[in-house]
Each structure stands twice: as C-alpha cells, then as structure tokens.
C-alpha cells in the first residue's frame, strides 16, 4: 500500500506560479509512474501530468505546467505557471504500479487526499 500526502496549495492570483509536491511511502518509488489529476467543483476527475522515465501533459496545461521527480526524496512536483482561474480545483497526486503512460483515472492504483488550488481573477 502506497500513502500520497500532497502539499503545496493555496490561494493565488492570476499569473502567479506554484509548486505542489507529493511525498510517497513507498520505498520502491522509482519504479511508480506518478501522475497529477485535479478536479473543479461539479466536474470529473481530470488528468494534468504524468512521470516515469517520459512525462505526459494535459492539452490544457502544456507550456505551463512542469512535472518532475526526485527519487531520493520519494518525490514528485507540479510547478504551475502564468496560472489561471480555470486552474481552480483539488489536485491529486497518484501512483500507478504498471505502464510507462496513464491519462486515465483507472489506470492509477493509489491516490493522495489531495490538495486546494484557488486562482483569483
């Protein structure tokens, strides 16, 4: 069983960046791709980023948002830039056992609480 615990949320302003980070317990973390997810009120799960040895990012998040991972540190980051207010959402971060890509919601087997992301306008 892998534990996600996300941080780095808040409330910002138009064009601010943030950085979200999420540490997970897995001792064998490299071997996890690691995927960002957010979610606005009223609205599915959506997909942001993935990591493995490749990252994948959303169409709506391209040139604006970086994953990265640092394995020593059990670590996986969202750096968000030039944000905006359909930014707004709780941001997951997930961890899938198998597969080099994911986008989807069900090929990720563990997932953090989350954490609240609010862009003012």
């Known amino acids: 069983q892998v534990q996600l615990v996300e941080s780095g949320g808040g409330l910002v302003q138009a064009g601010d960046s943030l950085r979200l980070s999420c540490v997970a317990s897995?001792?064998?973390?490299?071997?996890?791709?690691m995927g960002w997810f957010r979610q606005a009120p009223g609205k599915e799960r959506e997909f942001v980023a993935a990591?493995?040895?490749?990252?994948d990012y959303a169409d709506s998040v391209k040139g604006r948002v970086t994953i990265s991972r640092d394995n020593a540190k059990n670590t996986v980051y969202l750096e968000m830039n030039s944000l905006k207010s359909e930014d707004t959402a709780v941001y997951y971060c997930?961890?899938?056992?198998?597969?080099?890509?994911?986008?989807?919601?069900?090929?990720?087997?563990?997932w953090g609480q989350g954490t609240q992301v609010t862009v003012s306008s």
């Open positions: 997930a961890a899938a056992a198998y597969g080099s890509r994911g986008s989807r919601v069900g090929q990720y087997d563990y």
């Open positions: 897995e001792g064998t973390f490299s071997r996890y791709r």
């Open positions: 990591i493995s040895w490749i990252t």
